[in-house]
């Protein structure tokens, strides 16, 4: 009855999950901190299930089994949360969202309940075994495995969803305010999302075709080795995440509407003042370059210089500083034999992933491919 590896690895995920959990408590009560608590602990509880199933613990308490089926549906939702504290500038989530979140839980409850109210454990053990079980209780069961499954991966897929939007909002506040935003990110959990989703969507598969009496070569062996890799990915990269300061997660969207418009030679006058700060001073060589410390230099608000920027010269900051470093490293692409990661920390970049891709996107090809034809 014992499935050795999927065992071994679900054990070793258990390890990791409640060390990481140790660590997370021992932290400043940040939100950020709170929630990845809450994460952990919900995952913890989603290992447990999986390890009572393949180490074959269920037959001395078959009526536990799917007892992390209502705890799986908060995976998701807490995923949201744990990004929620660590980007959103709005400190409270919205509430019909939270109350969309528990109701995941209260509908697989519901449709575990033919399961739950079987005559006796020995039947529900007997299903376990195509020669042993009851015909109309396997059926019984293999809906509630399909419903439980089809619920887990729509509530899973919208909040997956759901936090790959507040990412793409915070990655446009930061542009917005800094000419650096790769520290400030959080790319890393972007990626997750694609390698929770497909971790997540091939497990209901697997659930699926188990309870319909199928499997697939390999399956319950490589999915679990999967999801090793993509936990301790996620725990390292979680546990190495310093919670963003205020300025960094941007302005809370209720604030973010501007009650008045600059009048055209205002911000054309503010225009001038940008391109003088770049082309004569040279601004753009700092590599920490804020809008607060442009707006100092000018002189102008920073409300006035974003609002300049994006409904007169119609650019984000992000942009429009990385543009004059662009142009100096195509002269020095030209014109010296420096390296390319030596150009780019020269004209302002903290790193040359950031440069290349930003080179890339502005000039159509790569820095090394464009000292080539030049």
């Known amino acids: 009855m014992v499935n050795l590896l999927p065992t071994i690895l679900y054990a070793c995920m258990i390890g990791m999950t409640l060390l990481a959990l140790l660590d997370v408590v021992r932290r400043p009560k940040e939100k950020q901190y709170q929630r990845l608590t809450g994460l952990l602990t919900l995952l913890l509880i989603h290992l447990a299930g999986e390890l009572f199933i393949y180490s074959g613990a269920f037959v001395y308490a078959p009526s536990l089994a799917g007892f ?29 969202l939270i109350y969309f979140a528990l109701s995941g839980p209260l509908v697989v409850c519901i449709s575990l309940l033919p399961f739950i109210f079987m005559p006796s454990p020995t039947e529900k053990l007997a299903l376990a075994n195509p020669e042993t079980r009851n015909p109309d209780l396997w059926q019984i069961a293999v809906f509630t495995c399909v419903t439980t499954t089809a619920i887990f991966i729509t509530y899973t897929m919208l909040f997956l969803r759901f936090t790959f939007n507040l990412h793409n909002n915070h990655i446009q506040q930061l542009m917005e305010r ?47 080795l999967c999801e090793t890799f993509a ?16 300025s960094e997660k941007g302005l809370p969207e209720t604030k973010q509407a501007r009650t008045s418009l600059l009048s055209t030679k205002h911000m054309a006058d503010i225009a001038d003042k940008l391109t003088q700060a770049m082309q004569e001073d040279r601004l753009y060589l700092n590599e920490d370059l804020s809008l607060n410390k442009l707006s100092e230099h000018i002189s102008e608000s920073e409300n006035h210089i974003s609002e300049t920027l994006s409904q007169f010269m119609h650019t984000n900051f992000f942009q429009f500083v ?53």
């Open 178 to 224: 800094y000419s650096d935003i790769e520290k400030r990110s959080l790319d890393w959990l972007k990626s997750m999302l694609f390698v929770w989703g497909f971790i997540w969507s091939m497990y209901a598969i697997q659930y699926s075709l188990g309870a319909l009496g199928w499997t697939l070569l390999g399956f319950e062996k490589v999915l679990p």
């Open 322 to 374: 990385n543009r004059f470093r662009i142009e100096e490293a195509k002269i020095a692409l030209s014109v010296s034999k420096k390296l390319v990661t030596d150009i780019a920390f020269d004209v302002g970049f903290n790193s040359k992933s950031t440069f290349n891709a930003a080179f890339k996107k502005a000039v159509g090809m790569t820095p090394s491919a464009y000292r080539k034809n030049n």
């Open 68 to 96: 992390e089926l209502p705890f799986r549906l908060l995976l998701g939702p807490a995923l949201y949360f744990y990004a929620h504290a660590s980007m959103s500038p709005n400190e409270k989530i919205d509430r019909r």
């Open 231 to 246: 936990l301790a990915l996620f725990i390292q990269s979680a546990l190495n995440q310093k919670p963003l300061n205020e």
